[in-house]
């Protein structure tokens, strides 16, 4: 096996890129960190976790705190500043809009946001640790043009191209508009947290600019074999809700959303909690590293 | 207003194509043709249909029955001699079939299906006529590369371009595989049949070759802003279940599909009664018929 060029000294727990084949192998690490005594979550919760990789909340935030939030995106979207952005991802195939990253350092209120106790001390909990932000975004998903996600682990990039050691991380996805079952929402497969699924293809310099945009992939997709399997074995879990409903999910889950071609726009605010006790360095295997946007490389915990 | 070279001695109820905005008009026939002691559906059944549209079943046919006619389908899929037909037609952007089309005339099991009582009396009854075969077809959608359906109203397709006069048709569309959520099923908007959305844009020649595929269309998408303002009133209804499950739809309801991106076909049989009351003659607005296998012109009434 060959190692990656950039970290030759440290221990590779996840080779993926530089692999001739296509592999499931087995979770190194573990998924809940954390104990029942140490945060808003229950033991029956923390189990549910482990199991699937996920949590549903209903209402984490109320849609009258979503209304605030829209508004504020709103104007983040005519921001002058903001025009020709790195930031700002437009749609592959139409002139909308398909995310805006690093929300939180653009907009006070998102900045409140990440900061949220509702978030952090889910994260904190599950995560055993202090936590700080890797990576914010909003992804739109415009009415009638928003592009799909196809399916991938997003420890798999940020392992390979960030950096990141272990599956010690986690998202939250916040619903800033209704979703329903039709208009690309979120979608998992239960239990393949569990799984680690290399990919093949050496990452091109500037892979992002590509990856980010939606357009077909020399490297990062999933072997559809692997999500095959694991979808007739436990299904795909879909989640829809009203604004601010939310979902908390492992770095590692497989994870994808279909395109939006109804009159509904699906528009969902994203953030990545990773632990202080797997803080990012040269990426696995990657020619370098992805810009701060994309992987905060400031890592102060949050209070 | 202009009329459509090819018929000029008939009245045009629904013009389309031809016309230089697209507008929302009342539907100008019935919905409702038969009464309820003249088939299987009740009164509220026929209320139903009436005001939404549509009506669903969740067993119109068993799963067992539909294991063979997905057995037939494989076996048409390598059938030698349908290699390099015009009826099947791939996908836009892989190599896998997005339908097979006259389905009932290349295949006895189908052939029988499409004069089962279980649909016929149903067509009957609705229509108040008896009724033939305008088309038939499979749509696959295959695991991770089945592509959209765009929302349209089929009336408006087999007006201007089959000639068909009046909305005095319907489909079933029957489940042969199981329609989840999140695998491309059935959308319609409730009440939307009860308008008829024209479209801008001359009809090109062979137009069928390019629509049909999936590929962006010069003409006969409805305008978003008529999709919005629909969906906004009445929302959308999407249609899952098991094989053998089904939907009888008023040929102008407003329906779209999206995209299938995970390991579950979702393949779906597809058939359209057409009153004897309403035999199609010369295209409303297009510059030739379109062929047999998308539109019958054997008017001989299923018995």
Redesign the interface.
Known sequence: MMVASTAESRQDFYPTRYVAESVARPRMHKTVWGDPGSGPLGADQLEAYDRDGFLAFDCLFSPEEMGQFREELQRLTVEENLRGSDRLAPEPDSDGLRSIFEVHVLSDVFADLVRSDRLTAIARQILGSDVYVHQSRVNYKS??SGS?W??HSDFETWHAEDGMPAPHALSFTIALTEN???N?PL?IIPGSHLSFISTVGETPPDYHKISLLGKSLPAGPVD?AH??AL??RRG?R?FTGAPGSAVVFDCNCLH?S???????ARSNFFIVYNSMENVIGDPYAAPGPRPQYLANRDFTPLR
């Open positions: 009415a009638f799909k196809g399916w329903y079952p039709f690309g979608m559809r999500v095959t979808a007739k795909i879909q994808a279909s395109e939006n071609i109804t009159p509904f």
